[in-house]
């Protein structure tokens, strides 16, 4: 029944007996596993010893077949735990959310029309950005941008080990370079603090060269699939276009606001404004959370379906990335405002506190704030490295948020230096990958001018502030792929540590590249 259930014989059965004399073994049919030499390392139970055998017959003395204590619904052949028909959760939040989102409108209606009531049209040079010229350079920027993202994609697909091992290495020698620089400029902080970075990163490398292969099977693993659904790409640029349109949108509002009102005469902020100016900020950040975050759990949902239906009985469905987002929109939605609800209150005692250091003039209440928004900065970090797992479990499995972040906290505590070195060592790709297509989109756009000169920037003053943007559209196009890959990882990551038997059911070739190099793989995480 067991080996019906899993596709592997039951622990209590010896792994794989040895084959008749003279007959064809398959090694496909029965993944063997390689004795697990560093079981206390990887803090795996120890188990009576037992012998079982190898793809060849050979017997493996103390070794011990993985466990795996999963669960699979009769009825769909899935892992219980994975609910493709979740129940709505935490509705409380989403509620919330649509006061607070329908109150920020109606202030936007009268902080706009103040803003539109004083007629304050530019007809200066500055329209010359929005000119033919001018679209021209942002968009060679954005082109340039697009085919850098396309081919660095493409290569981490093709190398991913090479690639994060030249990123680490680049990034050792930006820091060393920076550090040199301003220690020649006699600046010795960033000096130092660049010398710093630069001994800590060669540190890291040193300590992790050991996991990069597990990191580079997992980012090959999630580009190629990605790959084959292109539109996660779709919706990550659609999430970015509406971010930057709503933040557009968030900064006329402040302006209206302040129009409404400010006191001219004394040069004072009344209560009233500061209240409205705090008020806008929340419900900017939690808007703006709201929007990230349901582009992560749509992803994460497809991911968790490739992880699960891929290679099983059912088979995939017919448009994943679809019903991943409705699941996102519909019965996840509650978790995600909670979880963004957790960061947004973060986010607006930061603005508090950064509004309550003024300009510096009172000592004490400056250090003060300081301070609180060091504090508050930490604990932003941390709440939104768990809350990226967390829904990485709402996607996956229905979950709600409580219960979500509890469990991503179990994962954390059994799987976490693991964690954190993937998470580092395949971020750093992406964010050198940044770096690279902002300067180079920044280059594109600087190329046009010098050589196009358009009318409207014949004094050259707006080749500063284009090149700017195009940097800034080249760095988040690449952070726009990067949001993509991010996402997939994770929830691979989270579906590989709570139930490591799907993977070897479905994808048994997959299963032991990871195996080979994450031994503790064949342990699932026990709660």
């Given at each position: 029944?067991?080996?019906?259930?899993?596709?592997?014989?039951?622990?209590?059965?010896?792994?794989?007996?040895?084959?008749?004399?003279?007959?064809?073994?398959?090694?496909?049919?029965?993944?063997?596993?390689?004795?697990l030499?560093?079981?206390?390392?990887?803090?795996?139970?120890?188990?009576?010893?037992?012998?079982?055998?190898?793809?060849?017959g050979?017997?493996?003395?103390?070794?011990?077949?993985?466990?795996?204590?999963?669960?699979?619904?009769?009825?769909?052949?899935?892992?219980?735990?994975?609910?493709?028909?979740?129940?709505?959760?935490?509705?409380?939040?989403?509620?919330?959310?649509?006061v607070q989102?329908?109150?920020?409108?109606?202030?936007?209606?009268?902080?706009?029309?103040?803003?539109?009531g004083?007629?304050?049209?530019?007809?200066?040079?500055?329209?010359?950005?929005?000119?033919?010229?001018?679209?021209?350079?942002?968009?060679?920027?954005?082109?340039?941008?697009?085919?850098?993202?396309?081919?660095?994609?493409?290569?981490?697909?093709?190398?991913?080990?090479?690639?994060?091992?030249?990123?680490?290495?680049?990034?050792?020698?930006?820091?060393?370079?920076?550090?040199?620089?301003?220690?020649?400029?006699?600046?010795?902080l960033?000096?130092?603090?660049?010398?710093?970075?630069?001994?800590?990163?060669?540190?890291?490398?040193?300590f992790?060269?050991?996991?990069?292969?597990?990191?580079?099977v997992?980012?090959?693993?999630?580009?190629?699939v990605?790959?084959?659904?292109?539109?996660?790409?779709?919706?990550?640029?659609?999430g970015?276009?509406?971010?930057?349109?709503?933040?557009?949108?968030?900064?006329?509002?402040?302006?209206g606001?302040?129009?409404?009102?400010?006191?001219?005469?004394?040069?004072?902020?009344?209560t009233?404004?500061?209240?409205?100016?705090?008020?806008?900020?929340?419900?900017?950040?939690?808007?703006?959370?709201?929007?990230?975050?349901?582009?992560?759990?749509?992803?994460?949902?497809?991911?968790?379906?490739?992880?699960?239906?891929?290679g099983?009985?059912?088979?995939?469905t017919k448009?994943?990335?679809?019903?991943?987002?409705?699941?996102?929109?519909?019965?996840?939605?509650?978790?995600?405002?909670?979880?963004?609800?957790?960061?947004?209150?973060?986010?607006?005692?930061?603005?508090?506190?950064?509004?309550?250091?003024?300009?510096?003039?009172?000592?004490?209440?400056?250090?003060?704030?300081?301070l609180?928004?060091?504090?508050?900065?930490?604990?932003?970090?941390?709440?939104?490295?768990?809350?990226?797992?967390a829904?990485?479990?709402?996607?996956?499995?229905?979950?709600?948020?409580?219960?979500?972040?509890?469990?991503?906290?179990?994962?954390?505590?059994?799987?976490?230096?693991?964690?954190l070195?993937?998470?580092?060592?395949?971020?750093?790709?992406?964010?050198?990958?940044?770096?690279?297509?902002?300067?180079?989109?920044?280059?594109?756009?600087?190329?046009?001018?010098?050589?196009?000169?358009?009318?409207f920037?014949?004094?050259?003053?707006?080749?500063?502030?284009?090149?700017?943007?195009?940097?800034?559209?080249?760095?988040?196009?690449?952070?726009?792929?990067?949001?993509?890959?991010?996402?997939?990882v994770?929830?691979?990551?989270?579906?590989?540590?709570?139930?490591?038997?799907?993977?070897?059911?479905?994808?048994?070739?997959?299963?032991?590249?990871?195996?080979?190099?994450?031994?503790?793989?064949?342990?699932?995480?026990?709660?």
């Amino acid at each position: 029944m067991a080996q019906q259930q899993y596709g592997y014989p039951p622990p209590q059965q010896p792994y794989g007996a040895p084959p008749p004399p003279h007959s064809y073994y398959q090694p496909q049919q029965q993944p063997h596993y390689q004795p697990l030499q560093q079981q206390q390392q990887w803090g795996l139970q120890q188990e009576p010893q037992q012998q079982y055998f190898g793809t060849q017959g050979q017997p493996m003395t103390g070794v011990v077949p993985p466990s795996y204590d999963g669960v699979i619904n009769p009825d769909s052949g899935l892992p219980a735990k994975f609910n493709p028909k979740p129940k709505y959760n935490d509705l409380w939040a989403f509620f919330l959310f649509l006061v607070q989102l329908a109150a920020f409108v109606v202030l936007s209606y009268f902080a706009i029309r103040q803003v539109k009531g004083d007629n304050n049209t530019s007809t200066g040079p500055a329209l010359g950005i929005f000119s033919t010229s001018g679209l021209i350079s942002l968009c060679i920027s954005i082109g340039v941008g697009a085919v850098i993202s396309v081919l660095y994609f493409i290569l981490i697909q093709a190398f991913p080990r090479q690639i994060i091992k030249i990123t680490f290495a680049v990034s050792i020698v930006l820091y060393l370079a920076v550090a040199i620089y301003y220690i020649y400029r006699r600046l010795w902080l960033p000096g130092i603090i660049g010398l710093v970075f630069a001994v800590l990163y060669a540190s890291m490398w040193w300590f992790w060269r050991d996991r990069i292969a597990f990191s580079a099977v997992m980012l090959a693993t999630v580009t190629s699939v990605s790959r084959r659904y292109w539109a996660t790409y779709v919706l990550a640029f659609a999430g970015l276009v509406l971010q930057i349109a709503y933040s557009v949108y968030f900064m006329t509002v402040i302006s209206g606001c302040y129009e409404l009102y400010y006191d001219n005469l004394t040069g004072s902020t009344p209560t009233k404004l500061k209240v409205l100016i705090v008020f806008c900020f929340f419900s900017f950040y939690w808007t703006s959370q709201v929007m990230e975050n349901i582009v992560h759990v749509t992803i994460s949902g497809l991911f968790a379906t490739y992880y699960f239906m891929m290679g099983s009985e059912q088979g995939m469905t017919k448009s994943p990335t679809i019903e991943s987002f409705k699941r996102a929109c519909t019965t996840s939605i509650g978790s995600i405002c909670f979880g963004s609800l957790v960061i947004a209150i973060i986010q607006t005692l930061r603005a508090v506190a950064q509004m309550a250091r003024g300009d510096g003039s009172d000592g004490i209440m400056a250090f003060v704030a300081c301070l609180i928004d060091c504090l508050l900065a930490c604990l932003q970090g941390i709440a939104e490295y768990i809350n990226k797992y967390a829904f990485c479990q709402v996607a996956i499995y229905g979950k709600a948020y409580i219960p979500a972040a509890k469990d991503t906290w179990t994962i954390l505590k059994d799987r976490g230096i693991e964690q954190l070195i993937n998470d580092n060592l395949i971020g750093n790709v992406f964010s050198m990958g940044a770096i690279l297509c902002g300067v180079l989109s920044g280059l594109g756009t600087y190329l046009y001018l010098r050589f196009a000169d358009p009318a409207f920037n014949a004094s050259g003053n707006f080749t500063v502030v284009l090149v700017v943007m195009g940097f800034v559209m080249g760095v988040q196009i690449m952070f726009t792929i990067g949001t993509v890959i991010d996402s997939g990882v994770a929830t691979t990551f989270v579906c590989l540590a709570e139930d490591p038997a799907a993977l070897a059911r479905t994808k048994p070739e997959l299963f032991e590249r990871i195996r080979e190099t994450w031994p503790a793989v064949v342990q699932g995480v026990r709660y």
